[in-house]
C-alpha cells in the first residue's frame, strides 16, 4: 500500500515539476537585464558531442535579417556569394557558420545616380538576386513566402527575399509597385533617406530646398493600402517621425521597421523613439535592430560629429569613397582610409549593440524586436561582428543576459514570421473580399 501511493505522488508531482521547469514568461515580458553567470565564453556539448546551452539554441533557431546591401555588389562589382566576401558581410561560408536562413536582399537605387531610372537600376538588382539562385540551387533559393522560408530551412538552403529600400523606385506609378511584388518583393521602404511622392524621409527634414509634405501623402496612403491588398510588408525604417505615425493609421497589416534602432540610446533620427516603438507594438509589428555604429552608440556619434566638423581627411575620404561604385581599386583605397579612420574613430562593442535589443524588447516587448543588420551598406558594425558569421555572438550575448530560448527565437527570426504570416493572410482575406477596410481616415483605393 506505502508502495502504491509512493507511485501515485510521483505520478502527480513529476509532470507538475516538468510543467514549471519548461513554463516560458508572458510574450511581453521583457526578460530580466541581470547577466547569467552561464558557461557561455567556452560551449558546452552533451554526452554525443552535441552543442548545448546559447549554442544550441541558436543553431536549432530561423534565423532571418531582414536587411543586406549586398546586391549592389553583385551588380557593381560582378561579387559571387560563392567567394571570399573579403571585409564584405556575407558569402556562403559566412553565411553558414552564422546559421543564416534568411536575408531580405536591399533593392537600393542611390536616388541622384539613378535619377529618371530608377526602376531600371531596381530590375539590374533584382535580376542579380535571382541570378545567385540560379547558380548555386544547392546553398540558396527564392522565397516568396512564409512557407517558402520554411522550405529553404528544411533543406538548408538560405532564403533569398527581396525589399525594395525607398518608395523613390515606383517613379509615381502604383503599377511599378505591383510588378515589383510579381517579381517577388516583399517589403518596401516608403522613404530611403530622401523625401519621395510617398512622404518625408527623416534624412532631409532639415534640408529647405527639399519640398517636405507634413508627413504621409495621399499617393503614399494608397501605396500603403494597395501593399496591403497585396501582401507587401510597410517598412517604415528611414522616413520621419510624422510619416511613421500617419503610416500605421493608414496600414490595415502590422508593419516593420526593417533596420532601426532606438533614439533613447543613441540620438540618431534613423532611430526609433521609445513612444514609437509602443506604437509599433501596438499595430503588432516588429522593429529590426541595425548594426552601424552610427546608430548603436552616442560616443560614436559624438566623435564622428566632431571629425565631421574638422574636415578629417580620412573621414572625408571614407565617406566619399564608400558612396562609389566599389571597384577593386576603390576597394583597396577605401580599406587603406578606413584602417586610418578606425584610430581616430574606434569601433563601438558589441555590447553596445545588445544594449538596444535589449531596450527595444523592454519598451516594445520581446514579441517586437528582431534583426535587421544592414550588412553590406554599413562601413562599419561593432567590435567582433565582422560578418555573418559572428551572429552566434549575438545569441550568447542576450543568453549571457537571462534571455530564454523561446524568446532568443522570436527575436531570431520568430517575430519577423509572425508579422509576415499576418501580412499575408490579410491580403488574402482583402483579394477574397472577406475584410473591407471600413474606416473614414483612409485615402480612396488605389487608382492606376
Known amino acids: 500500500m506505502q508502495r502504491f501511493h509512493r507511485l501515485l505522488i510521483c505520478a502527480v508531482l513529476f509532470p507538475a515539476l516538468a510543467v514549471a521547469q519548461n513554463a516560458n514568461p508572458p510574450a511581453n515580458t521583457a526578460p530580466s537585464a541581470t547577466p547569467r553567470k552561464s558557461p557561455s565564453k567556452a560551449p558546452t556539448l552533451s554526452a554525443k558531442g552535441a552543442a548545448t546551452g546559447w549554442l544550441a539554441i541558436h543553431h536549432s533557431a530561423l534565423i532571418i535579417d531582414t536587411h543586406a546591401d549586398t546586391p549592389g555588389r553583385f551588380v557593381d562589382e560582378n561579387f559571387d556569394l560563392s567567394q571570399d566576401a573579403g571585409t564584405g558581410y556575407l558569402d556562403f561560408n559566412k553565411i553558414k557558420a552564422g546559421n543564416l536562413g534568411a536575408e531580405f536582399f536591399s533593392i537600393w537605387v542611390e536616388p541622384k545616380a539613378n535619377k529618371g531610372h530608377e526602376t531600371k537600376r531596381a530590375l539590374d538588382m533584382i535580376d542579380s538576386v535571382y541570378e545567385q539562385a540560379r547558380l548555386h540551387p544547392d546553398k540558396m533559393m527564392m522565397a516568396f513566402s512564409t512557407q517558402d522560408i520554411l522550405a529553404a530551412h528544411r533543406e538548408h538552403k538560405l532564403a533569398a527575399l527581396l525589399g525594395v529600400e525607398g518608395g523613390h523606385a515606383i517613379q509615381g506609378d502604383i503599377r511599378i509597385l505591383r510588378d515589383y511584388y510579381r517579381l517577388g518583393v516583399r517589403?518596401?521602404?516608403?522613404?530611403?533617406?530622401?523625401?519621395?511622392?510617398?512622404?518625408?524621409?527623416?534624412?532631409?527634414?532639415?534640408?529647405?530646398?527639399?519640398?517636405?509634405?507634413?508627413?504621409?501623402?495621399?499617393?503614399?496612403?494608397?501605396?500603403?493600402?494597395?501593399?496591403?491588398?497585396?501582401?507587401?510588408?510597410?517598412?517604415?525604417?528611414?522616413?520621419?517621425?510624422?510619416?511613421?505615425?500617419?503610416?500605421?493609421?493608414?496600414?490595415?497589416?502590422?508593419?516593420?521597421?526593417?533596420?532601426?534602432?532606438?533614439?533613447?540610446?543613441?540620438?540618431?533620427?534613423?532611430?526609433?523613439?521609445?513612444?514609437?516603438?509602443?506604437?509599433?507594438?501596438?499595430?503588432?509589428?516588429?522593429?529590426?535592430?541595425?548594426?552601424?555604429?552610427?546608430?548603436?552608440?552616442?560616443?560614436?556619434?559624438?566623435?564622428?560629429?566632431?571629425?565631421?566638423?574638422?574636415?578629417?581627411?580620412?573621414?572625408?575620404?571614407?565617406?566619399?569613397?564608400?558612396?562609389?561604385?566599389?571597384?577593386?581599386?576603390?576597394?583597396?583605397?577605401?580599406?587603406?582610409?578606413?584602417?586610418?579612420?578606425?584610430?581616430?574613430?574606434?569601433?563601438?562593442?558589441?555590447?553596445?549593440?545588445?544594449?538596444?535589443?535589449?531596450?527595444?524588447?523592454?519598451?516594445?516587448?520581446?514579441?517586437?524586436?528582431?534583426?535587421?543588420?544592414?550588412?553590406?551598406?554599413?562601413?562599419?558594425?561593432?567590435?567582433?561582428?565582422?560578418?555573418?558569421?559572428?551572429?552566434?555572438?549575438?545569441?550568447?550575448?542576450?543568453?549571457?543576459?537571462?534571455?530564454?530560448?523561446?524568446?532568443?527565437?522570436?527575436?531570431?527570426?520568430?517575430n519577423l514570421m509572425r508579422v509576415f504570416a499576418e501580412v499575408e493572410k490579410l491580403a488574402r482575406q482583402i483579394q477574397a473580399g472577406t475584410n473591407p477596410d471600413r474606416r473614414r481616415e483612409i485615402a480612396p483605393t488605389a487608382q492606376p
Open 187 to 414: 517589403y518596401m521602404t516608403l522613404t530611403w533617406s530622401n523625401t519621395n511622392e510617398l512622404g518625408d524621409s527623416s534624412g532631409d527634414l532639415n534640408d529647405k530646398s527639399v519640398e517636405h509634405h507634413d508627413g504621409i501623402t495621399d499617393f503614399g496612403r494608397q501605396v500603403v493600402r494597395e501593399m496591403n491588398r497585396l501582401g507587401m510588408m510597410v517598412d517604415i525604417s528611414h522616413v520621419a517621425d510624422r510619416t511613421f505615425y500617419q503610416a500605421l493609421v493608414a496600414s490595415r497589416a502590422p508593419v516593420i521597421a526593417s533596420h532601426s534602432s532606438s533614439r533613447a540610446l543613441t540620438n540618431a533620427p534613423r532611430n526609433m523613439t521609445d513612444d514609437m516603438l509602443i506604437a509599433l507594438a501596438r499595430n503588432g509589428g516588429v522593429a529590426q535592430a541595425n548594426f552601424y555604429c552610427g546608430f548603436i552608440s552616442q560616443k560614436y556619434v559624438d566623435r564622428e560629429k566632431q571629425l565631421k566638423e574638422q574636415h578629417d581627411p580620412d573621414y572625408e575620404k571614407v565617406q566619399s569613397l564608400f558612396m562609389k561604385a566599389q571597384t577593386p581599386e576603390v576597394k583597396k583605397e577605401l580599406d587603406e582610409a578606413k584602417a586610418r579612420l578606425v584610430v581616430k574613430l574606434p569601433r563601438p562593442p558589441l555590447s553596445d549593440l545588445i544594449d538596444h535589443i535589449d531596450h527595444m524588447v523592454k519598451v516594445a516587448g520581446v514579441d517586437h524586436v528582431g534583426l535587421g543588420s544592414d550588412f553590406d551598406g554599413i562601413d562599419c558594425s561593432p567590435q567582433g561582428l565582422d560578418s555573418a558569421a559572428d551572429l552566434p555572438k549575438i545569441t550568447q550575448a542576450l543568453y549571457d543576459r537571462g534571455y530564454k530560448a523561446a524568446d532568443l527565437d522570436k527575436i531570431l527570426g520568430g
